[in-house]
């Protein structure tokens, strides 16, 4: 009989497997050890160099489909950047993604009021929504934030905003954290907005984008790199947290184990066919 | 005339914001913003533009009751409702109890989470039944794709803990990432970088006439 009862395997069989490997370590953590790696180090040290009271551009370009990947990052930086008592000014480029990116920001503000950190809308952070026009909107915020973002997520207007009376354009920033599931994102950031204007920046992606970046990682262009949930978990042990990331980090490395044993099992059971094939 | 004025206006247009890279004079760059926030309004026309063809052709699809009018009467009745909760809340949209909120939480936030939890599933199937080593080609790719998604989670490293530190999974998925993985995708983005450059001038320049339309 051999491995032939494997080819004609019921695809749903896998299915449960799946969905039992991603629920087991979700509702009882295995807490499979983590490192840290290069890129993830530059990320943290690039923010942790900051001096206090400099002001920071977060464009978080994602949308509720890579929640898990870039919520995780996103609170991390932000609690970091709180922390440093650096000032953030948050933009989406994403349609559907305004409302999670403020969502995720006041949920994390308000967990660090309740730590007792003075944290006031429109003095220490601004969330300026979603504008448009992808990479049109990254060239014309050159030209001046306001320009871009007249109002901010709030409906309030931009110029009534304290923060925003000392951001007038790019050079107003010592940073751009850029958290992004794709287009427009990393890429677009790089090229629109660090050749152009010079603003050194970094980035969290999803897993599937990071080999896209690891050049931009190499030249420069980029001061560190979180790619997908590791990354996030990662940042999240250098940082002394457990979030999201890390709990999520045991059923995605038993999904990956399974992966690579489906792929291998696979091509065993197709080898075996083809030895014993008359 | 239909076609030259057309072809003046990119050439021109192209030419000015080219131009703004390298020249600062107000002469250039005031002309340059405008257009910059012209291109913000274009885009944001096209969502209009967007939703309503989508209406138009579920709706032509409901009418001529095409084999799956129902999931286009689904289509067509969430994005009304959508659209007429969004215009009825205006700017309260995103007050705690509002009922654009609840869609945007309760529903889409959920519903694109869905889809993409999916994946999951169908790579543990595809992988099973498609990734098929056949060439030595496919095996490298498999062999580096095996090591890449064990390298990348700490498991990976776990189970390679007995080897010396700069062969564990770990360490050789970054040497395949910083190394072969960079030199390829570096190649790949110069690539598309000259191609990019390649067509923007044959626009300018008239050569390139297919936006135009009409096949030449």
Known sequence: MGLAWLEKLDRRWLFLIVGLLVLGPLVRPIGVPLGSSKPVRQFHDAIAALPSHSIVLMSCDYDPGGKPEMVPPTRTAFRQLMEKHCRVVITCLWTGGSGLVDETIEQTANELRAKGMDIVYGRDYVDLGYKAGYEAVMVLMGKGIANAFPQDQRANRTSSLPLMHEVKDYSSFVLLVNI????PGTKEWVQQVNARFHLPMISACTAVSAPEYYPYLQSG?????LGGMAGAAEYEKLRGEKGSATRGMDAQSLAHVFVALCIVMGNVVQWTKRRTAP | MKRELPLLMTAVIGLLMLLSFFVPHHVVSVPADFLQQCAVIVVAFGYVLGGANALRVNLEGIAKRQPDWPYKLVLVVTLVFTVAVGLKEGRH?????????????????????????LLAFYIASAAFRAFRVRTVEA???AAAALIVMLGRVPVGDQMTMWLPEPLRLGAVQDWIMNVPQNAAKRAVLMGAALGVMATGLRVILGIERSYLGGGD
């Open chain 1, 221 to 225: 262009q980029l001061r560190g790199l």
């Open chain 1, 180 to 183: 992004s599931a794709g287009y």
């Open chain 2, 139 to 141: 095996g490298l790719l």
């Open chain 2, 93 to 117: 949209w995103q007050d705690d109890h509002s009922t654009s909120m609840f869609l945007y939480n309760r529903v889409y936030s959920p519903m694109q989470g869905t889809m993409f939890a």
